[in-house]
């Protein structure tokens, strides 16, 4: 795991990748209950038995879930010490390259894109990736805003 310790390592961190996480299986009681959260139970979903003969050859992830893994994996990746408060401010660019077929592995790779200043806090854009083990492309990719009191 990356720690960076103050306004100062932050900044000085731009432009670096700070690491990947750990690969997670997502499973189909994940997408399941990911279904039955948001109401989006389309059958390349949820119905196993359909999805097996349709377009990815079995049922896959919601885009939504795996962006929705972002904050989690990326705790294993990187930590911000010396502030006094990290808030989630959104996404930008958010794409979905590439399936996540249900049993596959995903891991999150975050590279410090830039920092800002807003008032009484910097603005941290931060380029996430999710890569499926073994996928050609990425199943995610988006620039997460974090905004960081002093």
Sequence with gaps: MRVLNGVDEVRAAV???LGYSDYQVVD???VDEFAELTGDDQWI???VERAASGPFGGTIAHGLLTLSLGPRLARS???IDGMRLGVNY????????APVPVGSKVRLGVTL???GEVP????LT???VWEVEGGDKPACVAEMLLRYSA
């Excluded at 959104?90 to 390259?97: D, E, L, M, S, T």
């Excluded at 009484?120 to 603005?123: E, K, N, Q, R």
């Design 120 to 123: 009484g806090a910097l603005m």
């Design 126 to 128: 931060m380029n996430f």
């Design 90 to 97: 959104g996404y930008n660019k958010i794409r979905f390259p």
């Design 28 to 30: 189909q009681a994940d």
């Design 113 to 115: 894109a830039d920092v």
């Design 77 to 79: 990746v990187f930590r």
């Design 15 to 17: 432009g670096q990748l």
């Design 45 to 47: 979903h949820v119905d």
